[in-house]
């Protein structure tokens, strides 16, 4: 009995208390727009006689309450009406939206002597939703049951697992990839003080764990080796499949749909979140059951559809949706200053940085942190098992103002503060959880391969074939040298008889398509589409007798390969060098690529889909610099520098990801070591059968990152 009466007070102090609070946030809402009639002239609270301070103060108390009421009830249903519409379209009828809510409110008044413009209830409601929230955050983080509520209600939980779904002595894993964050860029963030958080993880112990990616050293192989077990057939972020004739492209809803599907067949098991697992902002599922930003299933629609309930959960609450909505349309003014200014400087290298890119970029940076970041909290909140997210801002400014630099400053200084946001989050779920940090590449720094040498790879190549270039080519040393070789094997072709015992050549197609040229990051795919197979280097030569030569001999081209008929498959180089795949060694042309480099080039060329030709640039081990085949200034994709070395950063009571003076390589093995750490927080899984992802996502949104309602220290 006397546990029933301490446990009823205890319920009755607790409503007391939210009942407390709802009265403060009610009160500081009603003076805010008291303070709000007073400074904006089309903002009215008084009948056009003039009211007492009294009157108006109940009209400014009667809308804030009615406001507050359709902000918790009929928002939640506006956002979920507006599913299908684009998430940056969405952003940025936030305000409209917010605005008009206010515009109702002031309707509902009593004898209607509330009244505003549509302009100014933008404003207002803007504000209204700031302060409201501000408030809340302020009075429940000074009581731990109250933030937690809070935390609940804002991620859609209104309790935790019970106790006999989630023990709470058995931990769940987060794991935070930081996209394009290579172990270099990492470690000197700490010691510049830009990422004091992971200062503090390493200080109490964590491990920092360098590790190689394979040759396509790019998300779309990565995190398909780390969530799936499987990057096999991924020669790099897009290349051309004879077979079917379809481009494929990593970030395409399309291909990662059939690139997860391949990696299921090809393992047998639906991945590392298989097991009570969420997938939040990436490419692949990983088996999840809960997805947000998922865009291998981002090609479904319906009432349950995948791609867009992320955005509904965090757009549901009309303050994080009018903070983001501003923070997006900052970080757009953010980019123009800095492009300008990087313009005004003459910094190079350079790329343009116009067009939509600030939008690409805020929403990179602003829009899908805030989403992952809210999806991640409420996953910790329900008590998931496991979790990977991944954050993309980094990579995505890194690619236009290059990997180091102020720009990218700013953008590691903000993740930082989502990691303590998300760790301060850990502390009030119901089971406790281990945060593991990493990244899927890192990216080099350089300038274009255009914009040092005058003409794009394309543009070599169909001049090493003789077909027609821009006449700005032509007048490039490159473009001119490569014509005149092309010219000259032609004439020599011409007065050379045809061997008509040569099988080869007479399979070869009399008119030639056009090569199909791509570029993923230095790395570049040369394929012929009207051969069905892959060429070889006699085909290619009886065809295109000077192209190999070009781009062998090419000074921003560090090597080549192609399949031989004689001798299995060879790497090109400079001065003639050819090396067959099968005696490659990490020496001769492959030495300035650094350890590793003859075994992941000798695994691609036995990938099925791999291109007729492989062409990876120039690297410079003193300057570390690429030469993207891409207009990017930070790249990653081939081999070359940093961006072939991220990092996974381990808390220690996990076990270490390799034996002592042992390697982390390949995506692969970062996979077996994660579902190592799963086994070892859960005791044995036995994986669940492949199966298409049909998760229910019932998150709602948290606070942002850079606006934790956390007290603990971040900068």
Request: hydrophobic letters at 40%; proline letters at 7%; a neutral charge.
């Amino acid at each position: 009995m006397g546990e029933r009466r301490w446990g009823g007070a205890e319920r009755w102090r607790s409503a007391g208390g939210a009942l407390g609070r709802v009265a403060v946030v009610w009160a500081v809402s009603t003076l805010t727009l008291l303070i709000l009639a007073g400074l904006l002239p089309d903002f009215q609270l008084q009948s056009p006689d003039g009211d007492t301070f009294t009157r108006t103060a109940l009209t400014a108390a009667a809308a804030a309450g009615a406001f507050g009421l359709l902000g918790a009830l009929v928002w939640p249903l506006i956002v979920r009406a507006l599913l299908l519409v684009p998430a940056l379209v969405l952003g940025l009828l936030v305000f409209f939206l917010n605005g008009s809510l206010l515009l109702v409110a002031l309707w509902l008044v009593p004898d209607g002597r509330g009244a505003a413009d549509p302009e100014t209830a933008v404003a207002v409601a803007a504000v209204m939703s700031a302060v409201a929230s501000a408030t809340s955050t302020a009075l429940a983080v000074r009581d731990d049951d109250a933030y937690r509520s809070r935390l609940y209600r804002l991620t859609g939980r209104t309790r935790p697992r019970a106790p006999g779904d989630t023990p709470e002595q058995v931990p769940g894993t987060v794991f935070l990839q930081l996209d394009g964050v290579g172990h270099h860029v990492l470690r000197g963030a700490v010691a510049d003080g830009l990422m004091p958080t992971v200062a503090d993880l390493l200080d109490a112990g964590h491990r920092l764990t360098p590790w190689r990616t394979d040759w396509s050293s790019q998300t779309g192989a990565s995190q398909l080796g780390i969530l799936h077990g499987s990057n096999e057939d991924v020669p790099a972020f897009r290349w051309y499949e004879k077979d079917t004739g379809r481009l494929m492209v990593s970030n395409r809803p399309a291909s990662a749909v059939e690139l997860q599907r391949r990696a299921v067949r090809r393992t047998g098991d639906g991945g590392l979140l298989s097991f009570d697992g969420a997938s939040r902002g990436n490419l692949f599922s990983g088996g999840a059951d809960q997805v947000a930003l998922v865009l291998s299933v981002a090609a479904r629609r319906g009432r349950r559809n995948r791609s867009r309930a992320g955005y509904f959960a965090y757009f549901s609450d009309p303050a994080n949706a009018v903070r983001t909505a501003g923070s997006f349309v900052a970080e757009c003014v953010r980019e123009m200053v800095q492009s300008t200014r990087a313009l005004l400087r003459r910094d190079t290298p350079r790329v343009s940085r116009g067009g939509t890119y600030p939008f690409v970029r805020a929403f990179a940076t602003v829009l899908e942190r805030d989403v992952v970041v809210s999806a991640v909290m409420g996953d910790m909140l329900a008590g998931r098992t496991a979790v990977y997210a991944d954050l993309v801002a980094y990579d995505e400014v890194a690619h236009h103002s290059g990997p180091h630099g102020r720009d990218t400053d700013q953008v590691l200084r903000r993740l930082d503060r989502s990691i303590a946001l998300i760790a301060t989050v850990a502390e009030h779920a119901p089971r406790p959880y281990r945060i593991v940090l990493l990244s899927d590449h890192g990216q080099s720094p350089g300038p274009t391969f255009e914009g040092v040498y005058g003409l794009t790879l394309k543009e070599l190549v169909r001049a090493g074939c003789g077909l027609p270039v821009p006449r700005r080519v032509r007048r490039t040393r490159s473009g001119s040298e490569a014509r005149d070789a092309a010219r000259d094997a032609l004439r020599l072709a011409l007065h050379r008889p045809v061997d008509e015992t040569d099988e080869t050549a007479r399979e070869l197609p009399a008119r030639p398509s056009e090569p199909v040229v791509l570029a993923s990051g230095n790395l570049g795919l040369v394929s012929f589409p009207d051969v069905p197979h892959r060429m070889t280097r006699e085909e290619i030569d009886r065809r295109h007798p000077a192209l190999l030569r070009t781009l062998a001999n090419h000074p921003g081209v560090g090597f080549v390969l192609v399949a031989s008929a004689e001798h299995g498959s060879v790497v090109l180089a400079r001065d003639g060098v050819e090396v067959p795949v099968a005696e490659l060694d990490d020496g001769g042309p492959l030495a300035v690529f650094g350890r590793g480099a003859a075994e992941v080039v000798r695994r691609t060329d036995g990938f099925p889909h791999v291109a007729d030709i492989m062409v990876n640039s120039m690297y410079d081990p003193a300057t570390g610099t690429v030469h993207a085949f891409e207009e990017q200034i930070g790249s990653h994709g081939g081999l070359g520098g940093e961006q072939s070395h991220p990092f996974l950063l381990s808390p220690p009571e996990l076990s270490p990801p390799v034996a002592e003076g042992e390697e982390l390589v390949g995506a692969e093995q970062v996979h077996r070591v994660l579902r190592r750490w799963l086994r070892e927080c859960s005791g044995p899984q036995v994986p669940l059968p492949p199966r298409p992802p049909l998760p229910q996502l019932e998150i709602s949104p948290s606070t942002d990152g850079s606006e934790s309602p956390s007290s603990s220290p971040r900068s």
